[in-house]
């Protein structure tokens, strides 16, 4: 019973964390009608999952205080519905257009993000280039890692794909995220290995210069 009501507890917190934003442990207290002592407990469970985080606030009388706030993690435990909300734009375009109006919904943002990033890698080495890569990704959610082998060749790991499920409907999704990938690194030769929306643990891909 204890494991239940400290549980149902701390989804409160989040969901309080969710609608107010910003909350004092005092706060909390008084609105959960909980000892301060109890919700610091609830607060340090929530701060080890990294699904909250705390700044310290300067009062204008008295000591310093901690504000908490939900982190990226925390948001991401409420529910959203990007994907199903894109994937219906994108079967109704298909079925106005044709295939052919969505493939070049996606060549529209290779470009796009081609522009946004091409001056980023510049006058960079090859080497540089890749590390800039897994960067870029990582700012947009794929939590990437790079692996390097003895032969000066790569292999990029995405450990998550924000936009699997609308790959899964349209391959030309990772088509294009390759494409984009040796635009950026045009002296890359870069082969796709698995892929998460094929139902693989990860996207990988092997990274080598080109002979």
Do not use: W
Request: charged fraction near 30%; include cysteine; proline fraction near 3%.
């Amino acid at each position: 019973m204890m494991r239940k009501k400290t549980s149902s507890t701390k989804e409160q917190i989040l969901k309080m964390l969710k609608l107010q934003k910003r909350l004092t442990v005092g706060e909390m207290a008084e609105q959960l009608q909980i000892t301060e002592m109890a919700v610091r407990r609830h607060l340090s469970a929530l701060e080890r999952e990294e699904l909250i985080e705390s700044t310290l606030v300067r009062q204008p009388m008295g000591r310093p205080t901690n504000v908490y706030q939900l982190s990226v993690k925390g948001h991401q435990r409420f529910p959203r519905h990007y994907q199903q909300t894109m994937l219906d734009f994108l079967a109704d375009l298909e079925q106005m257009g044709g295939k052919q109006i969505v493939a070049e919904l996606f060549q529209n943002r290779q470009e796009r993000m081609r522009k946004l990033y091409e001056q980023q890698f510049g006058d960079k080495s090859f080497d540089e280039k890749i590390k800039e890569l897994v960067a870029v990704q990582n700012e947009h959610g794929y939590m990437s890692e790079l692996l390097q082998y003895d032969d000066g060749s790569f292999e990029l790991v995405e450990h998550n794909c924000p936009i699997a499920e609308v790959a899964q409907a349209y391959p030309i999704a990772c088509e294009c995220e390759r494409n984009l990938f040796e635009t950026l690194i045009h002296e890359a030769e870069i082969v796709p290995k698995t892929c998460l929306a094929d139902g693989d643990d990860a996207c990988r891909y092997h990274i080598k210069r080109k002979k």
